[in-house]
């Protein structure tokens, strides 16, 4: 079973903070690296995605920054807000495929 | 453009008995993958299906199975229910085949098996 390791598993974080979500991979063949956001009762809802060809990618007030040599990435919560209270997952995937690994998740709460 | 839905949102089984759980993808959307959440594992792939044909499978017993039909909507099965089936089990749906094509996510039936 190829894994994504994620951390930390739960998170808190002061209004207008930087929230900061990491995940290991093992496969050198994953080829797309998502991030989403769930809240309670919802499904997950994709925030930002990243190729390994790009080392930084910024929507917002979300980043992605990845380290291919190390095969980690990371999401990146700029001026964190009490709606972004919510469990963030990474995954990655092969070409071509929709199989998605995910992470085990980040609970991330943001206090006002 | 309405989600991805997923019928029905609530589900009460014991165990033994078998469970059909039904997703309708985005409109135009041909592919949809089927996952189970739990707060032990998270995030398990289940199978994805493609054009009415199974594209890629995850590590799941064969309890588990599914079908796509040529309107894309899809169905879950499982036979023979154990406790551990218990889950949120999610359908996402996406457009194309490229794995950098957005997966929209329905909201996902809770499945309970007593």
């Known amino acids: 079973q190829q894994q994504v390791k994620q951390s930390p598993q739960s998170l808190i974080v002061q209004k207008g903070g930087i929230s900061i979500i990491n995940c290991a991979y093992e496969?050198?063949?994953?080829?797309?690296f998502p991030w989403y956001q769930q809240f309670p009762g919802k499904g997950p809802a994709l925030l930002i995605a990243?190729?390994?060809?790009?080392s930084e990618k910024k929507e917002g007030r979300f980043t992605i920054s990845f380290n291919k040599s190390a095969k980690q990435f990371s999401l990146h919560i700029m001026d964190s807000q009490p709606g972004d209270s919510a469990t963030y997952f990474c995954?990655?995937?092969?070409?071509?495929?929709?199989?998605?690994?995910f992470g085990t998740g980040t609970r991330l709460k943001v206090l006002a | 453009k309405a989600g991805v839905t997923q019928t029905p949102r609530y589900l009460i089984k014991t165990r033994g008995q078998q469970v059909t759980l039904s997703c309708s993808p985005i409109?135009?959307?041909?592919?949809v993958s089927w996952y189970q959440q739990t707060p032990g594992q998270g995030l398990q792939f289940l199978f994805e299906?493609?054009?009415?044909?199974?594209?890629n499978k995850g590590n799941f017993p064969g309890r588990f199975s599914g079908r796509q039909f040529s309107n894309s909507r899809s169905e879950m099965n499982v036979s023979t229910l154990e406790l551990g089936d218990s889950a949120l089990y999610l359908c996402?749906?996406?457009?194309?085949?490229?794995?950098?094509?957005?997966?929209?996510f329905g909201p996902g039936t809770r499945l309970t098996v007593l």
């Open positions: 996402a749906s996406s457009l194309e085949t490229a794995s950098t094509d957005t997966q929209y």
């Open positions: 496969n050198t063949a994953f080829d797309y």
């Open positions: 990243i190729r390994p060809d790009v």
């Open positions: 995954a990655a995937t092969y070409p071509g495929t929709y199989k998605y690994i």
């Open positions: 409109s135009g959307h041909r592919s």
């Open positions: 299906y493609f054009s009415e044909t199974q594209r």
